[in-house]
């Protein structure tokens, strides 16, 4: 079975600074991958998908960027955050063919 | 298009009563449902899933959900919570030609003793 990994767990970064952070997988290979963000209050919001290495596709315009540079890594990048960009990622996988999304533990940004 | 309804924000019970989270989906074709429970500061976790089949669904922890097709509902039930039921729930979507499930806002179950 798949396992996936996100670091860090919580993060607390100042306004203007830039964002990495890392999601990778292991157990499955190919998968499609994603990113969710939780704000206090709210549901998911789905920011990120890919289906393949360097195939990225955006579901809302905002401060962040995110990159695949290997099949089972997918990383989520701010250049300059913004007190809005706090709230819970989430990065989850599925295979073409499965029905469901594995989720990592998220991480708790915190931009002060 | 696909697209989720979860009627309820907050549902607060008693522990050992019964409890219903109530879920909506539109979709033009075929689909699967889902039900995650999410613990405080924790990703998503699969309850149970809808794939096709029986519509009564089991899942971990005592819940189970029924598909209705008629009423494009996927409720969520438990006859008797627990005080360590209480979490966030989401029910989830996902047509068969999508990559994408999509999620409801959730619903926040709050089981008081």
């Known amino acids: 079975s798949q396992t996936i990994h996100q670091w860090p767990a919580t993060l607390v970064q100042p306004v203007g600074s830039p964002l990495s952070l890392e999601c990778t997988v292991e157990g499955t290979s190919n998968p499609n991958l994603y990113w969710y963000r939780q704000a206090a209050g709210r549901g998911l919001q789905l920011l990120f998908y890919s289906v393949g290495i360097g195939q990225i596709s955006s579901e809302v315009p905002q401060n962040l960027s995110a990159s695949r540079p290997q099949d089972r890594q997918f990383i989520l990048s701010s250049k300059k955050l913004l007190l809005s960009d706090s709230g819970f990622y989430l990065c989850a996988v599925n295979r073409d063919g499965n029905t469901e999304a594995f989720f990592g533990q998220g991480t708790r940004l915190t931009v002060v | 298009a696909q697209s989720v309804t979860q009627l309820d924000s907050q549902v607060p019970v008693f522990e050992e009563a019964p409890v219903e989270l109530r879920c909506n989906y539109s979709?033009?074709?075929?689909?699967?449902l889902f039900w995650y429970v999410q613990y405080p500061n924790q990703g998503l976790q699969l309850l149970l899933k809808y794939l096709s089949g029986s519509t009564l669904v089991k899942g971990i922890n005592g819940f189970e959900a029924e598909f209705n097709k008629s009423q494009t509902s996927f409720h969520l039930r438990k006859p008797s919570v627990h005080i360590s039921d209480t979490a966030e729930y989401f029910c989830?979507?996902?047509?068969?030609?999508?990559?994408?499930?999509?999620f409801g806002r959730g619903t926040s179950l709050i089981v008081h003793p």
């Open positions: 989830a979507v996902k047509s068969g030609g999508s990559y994408i499930p999509t």
């Open positions: 979709s033009s074709v075929s689909v699967y």
